[in-house]
């Protein structure tokens, strides 16, 4: 009897130290609308503290003439962007490192794919997400809607 007690006593502290099977992460797939300047997801919701991974597809198509990256950049704090998306243009679109950045993915070139993964903020709440290739801002944005 005390030992069947203490077993299920130790599964359920096991358990609940994290014990169990690791958290699968949330999956986004966020890709661009053709040879547009947008994305084909503008808004998400995810759980506050959830793992999560956001996949950018490129899909311009490969004949396109001219160059047309695309990232997904989602920042902590919105009021952020103009600073960060103006540092980034003058970078050739990619972000630098920044405390006011969330998660970024690296800029995708055409039918190219890139990801991130991160775990959500536990603050519920509109976090923006934009592409900082020069001057695509502007069009491509949207928002992580965190519960």
């Known amino acids: 009897m005390y030992n069947k007690l203490l077993l299920t006593l130790s599964i359920f502290v096991f358990i ?16 661009s609308l053709g040879a547009e300047m947008k994305y084909d997801v503008e808004e998400f919701t995810v759980k506050s503290g959830s793992k999560v991974k956001v996949v950018m597809k490129n899909n311009t198509p490969s004949d396109f003439m001219g160059a047309m990256l695309h990232n997904v950049v989602i920042l902590k704090d919105e009021s952020a962007a103009p600073m960060i ?7 050739g679109g990619e972000p630098y490192a920044d405390g006011r950045i969330l998660a970024m993915t690296p800029l995708a070139d055409k039918q190219e794919e890139t990801f991130i993964e991160f775990t959500a903020p536990s603050k519920p709440g509109r976090y923006l997400y934009v592409c900082t290739y020069i001057a695509h801002a502007g069009s491509m944005r949207g928002y992580m809607i965190v519960e």
């Not at 609940?16 to 890709?31: D, L, R, S, T």
């Open 16 to 31: 609940a130290c994290g014990g169990g099977a690791p958290q699968e992460a949330q999956v986004i797939n966020i890709g």
């Open 85 to 91: 998306i103006q540092l980034a243009e003058g970078n």
